[in-house]
Nanobody, 125 residues
Framework: QVQLVESGGGLVQAGGSVRLSCAAS????????IGWFRQHPGKAREFVAA????????RYADFVKGRFTISRDNANNTVYLQMNSLKPEDTAVYYC??????????????????WGQGTQVTVSS
């Protein structure tokens, strides 16, 4: 089992940027897929982006394409989510999650076994 710790959330104005970090401890991210999900109050958790640790291939939700970038830092065993051009509707708790390596990156939360505690991102208008 891997422990995941998110950081980097906070309050930002619309149009601004935030970078979230997801650091792993307990084991490395090798042979894993790492995803970012978010949850608005009273709504179901939704997929944002994912990355394969092995080759860096990525997948994004349509609503973040061109604005968010997921990346990995092998040396620090950390995954990042760079969020630009933020909108008030991006306000949510953001979670990172790790799951076994799959041929195709999954958008389903059930494909990920380990989850972080979440970090709040609030975008003011």
């Amino acid at each position: 089992q891997v422990q995941l710790v998110e950081s980097g959330g906070g309050l930002v104005q619309a149009g601004g940027s935030v970078r979230l970090s997801c650091a792993a401890s307990g084991r490395t991210f090798s042979n894993s897929c790492i995803g970012w999900f978010r949850q608005h109050p009273g709504k179901a958790r939704e997929f944002v982006a994912a990355i394969k640790w092995s080759d860096g291939s990525t997948r994004y939700a349509d609503f973040v394409k061109g604005r968010f970038t997921i990346s990995r830092d092998n040396a620090n065993n950390t995954v990042y989510l760079q969020m630009n051009s933020l909108k008030p509707e991006d306000t949510a708790v953001y979670y990172c999650a790790a799951g076994p390596l799959r041929f195709r990156l999954s958008v389903s939360g059930t494909s990920y076994d380990d989850w972080g505690q979440g970090t709040q991102v609030t975008v003011s208008s």
